[in-house]
């Protein structure tokens, strides 16, 4: 039986604060926006890296239309952190110093979940911007799979659109992150959330998007280690309500 847990606590007292949000378009990122417009706080811009040298973007390899649409749906403005992989923290932090002021951020939320060197990484350039820095959803390892069954009863929508092949085959690409996902996830024995790389996903719908992104799924191609989906957008858009 999956442990409950529960990311959406905010005390009586706590001050609201304006974050920067590191976004990926993957489920994390998406459960990191989720938790901290339920707690009360605000969330005014998504940051997504873009390495010169492949000209998608640096956490799941997307293109940058596809982001675009996200934050388009959502409606928060889509800040890109123009970098190269040689001066990469560099780059991130002169970005952040500029939005400080921009957006008078507090502070930058991350989706990391466990592992102690991603959160290090980003304690430190966020420290050096003199900013907060925030991990809303950090956990054990072992509650993972409790924190994606969250993901699927909240409401959104996300499908696979990247694998590592030492870890899944193709046949997991385009798969729907839904209840039958996590229980056949459970049974590989990875990772549940893929917090080591194992899959990345793309949220395409869900409670603060004011209109699904259509996508439908295209050619899947062979990286180095990793197999990718292609997405493409749909022009059709439906706006709720």
Same mark, same amino acid.
């Given at each position: 039986m999956l442990k409950e847990i529960v990311f959406y606590v905010k005390g009586g007292n706590d001050v609201s604060k304006r974050? %920067?949000?590191?976004?990926? $378009? $993957? !489920? =994390?990122? &998406?459960m990191v926006l989720d938790h901290l /417009? !339920?707690?009360g706080d605000e969330v005014v811009c998504l940051i997504t890296t873009l390495p010169k040298e492949i000209g998608r973007t640096f956490g799941h390899g997307e293109r940058t239309e596809l982001i675009q649409a996200q934050a388009d749906a959502i409606g928060i403005p889509l800040e890109w952190i123009s970098c190269s992989f040689d001066t990469y923290t560099r780059d991130f932090l002169s970005t952040l110093q500029s939005l400080k002021n921009k957006y008078e951020v507090d502070g930058v939320a991350f989706g990391d979940l466990y592992l102690d060197e991603h959160r290090g990484w980003g304690e430190n350039v966020v420290e050096q911007a003199g900013l907060m820095s925030e991990f809303p959803l950090w956990m054990k390892k072992e509650d993972a %799979?409790? #924190?994606l069954k969250v993901f699927i009863d909240s409401g959104y929508k996300a499908k696979v659109i990247r694998i590592s092949n030492s870890q899944l085959d193709e046949l997991w690409l385009g798969r729907e992150v839904d209840g039958s996902f996590l229980n056949e /996830?459970?049974?590989? $024995? /990875? &990772?549940?959330?893929?917090? #080591? $790389?194992? @899959?990345?996903? @793309?949220? @395409? =719908?869900?409670?603060?998007? *004011?209109? *699904?992104?259509? /996508?439908?799924k295209g050619d899947i191609v062979e990286l180095e280690t990793t197999k990718r989906m292609e997405l493409s957008l749909q022009e059709e858009r439906v706006k709720k309500g």
């Open positions: 974050w %920067a949000l590191s976004w990926s $378009g $993957g !489920k =994390d990122a &998406c /417009i !339920k707690r %799979a409790s #924190a /996830i459970v049974e590989t $024995g /990875i &990772c549940p959330m893929g917090e #080591a $790389g194992e @899959y990345h996903t @793309y949220v @395409y =719908d869900g409670p603060l998007f *004011q209109f *699904q992104v259509m /996508i439908e």
